[in-house]
């Protein structure tokens, strides 16, 4: 569960934020991940215009980096310059996030898989 930026900063729909996975670097699983984003406030998934609440391995309209990588976008409008696909809407307020691993493998089982931090961009 995150609810920190990379600075240690609380997240908020105040700001955009940046949620990269390098080439080769995806959650290690056997099944699918997915990443969901909760209320600060309410721990309630939250509603918003296109009415997604997670992203993962499986969401559809999901764009890889050119590299393999993976860049997921955070922030309360649609983003300009990323792909739409890759848009997880937050809320004007506080709000985090749950990153679930389904049959995780190796480095999730034995903690040695990092995970990437949670960067505030400027939207």
Do not use: C
């Amino acid at each position: 569960m995150a609810l920190h930026d990379a600075q240690g900063q609380a997240l908020t729909g105040q700001h955009a934020y940046r949620l990269h996975f390098p080439a080769g670097q995806l959650p290690p699983v056997n099944a699918f991940w997915s990443l969901t984003l909760y209320d600060g406030k309410t721990q309630l998934l939250v509603a918003n215009p296109i009415q997604r609440y997670a992203l993962g391995d499986r969401s559809p309209g999901l764009q890889y980096d050119a590299d393999g990588g993976l860049t997921l976008i955070l922030q309360a409008d649609a983003p300009k310059a990323a792909p739409q696909g890759n848009w997880l809407p937050t809320p004007q307020g506080p709000f985090n996030l749950l990153l679930r691993l389904y049959l995780p493998r190796g480095g999730a089982l034995d903690g040695s898989y990092q995970l990437p931090t949670i960067t505030r961009i400027e939207s």
